[in-house]
């Protein structure tokens, strides 16, 4: 597994493009719209945070996650964006959003053996295990 982190319109995607050899589409799931089997099948995953997101709109419960990702989907490359930035949201279901996505996003750090955090679309290594 490896993760790649930051805000917004940082360029995360192309940086893990380029960092992995990645650059062809069908190499990557989008969380925004993607399957949960695709989560599972792909070579890469864009917007983990919307995945998350759409399951809690569900009602899904997201917690166990992170390690049926790393059971499933070991080698995926994860880019997502940073949430727990700024001002904590003040509907309840914003902040659970926030903190359900750090928990998830801790473990998976926890378990990548590359863990970048890209702002301006340069790519920092904070964890080479």
């Given at each position: ?9 940082q360029?995360?995607?192309a ?8 650059e062809?589409?069908r190499?990557?799931?989008?969380g925004?719209?993607c ?7 792909c ?18 419960e ?13 080698r995926a490359?994860?880019?997502t ?13 914003d902040?659970?959003?926030?903190e359900?996505?750090g ?12 863990v ?9 290594v904070?964890?080479?295990?």
């Amino acid at each position: 597994m490896n993760l790649v982190i930051g805000g917004a319109y940082q360029g995360k995607l192309a940086f893990a493009q380029k960092e992995y050899q990645l650059e062809d589409p069908r190499d990557w799931a989008d969380g925004e719209i993607c399957s949960r089997e695709e989560l599972f099948s792909c070579r890469g995953i864009n917007h983990f945070h919307l995945f998350v997101r759409r399951m809690l709109e569900a009602g899904e419960e997201v917690s166990a996650l992170a390690e049926e990702l790393l059971q499933r989907n070991p080698r995926a490359v994860v880019v997502t964006t940073e949430l727990g930035c700024g001002v904590v949201p003040m509907e309840a279901f914003d902040r659970n959003y926030r903190e359900c996505c750090g928990r998830l996003c801790t473990r998976l750090a926890e378990a990548s053996s590359r863990v970048h955090r890209v702002i301006c679309g340069v790519g920092t290594v904070i964890k080479d295990a």
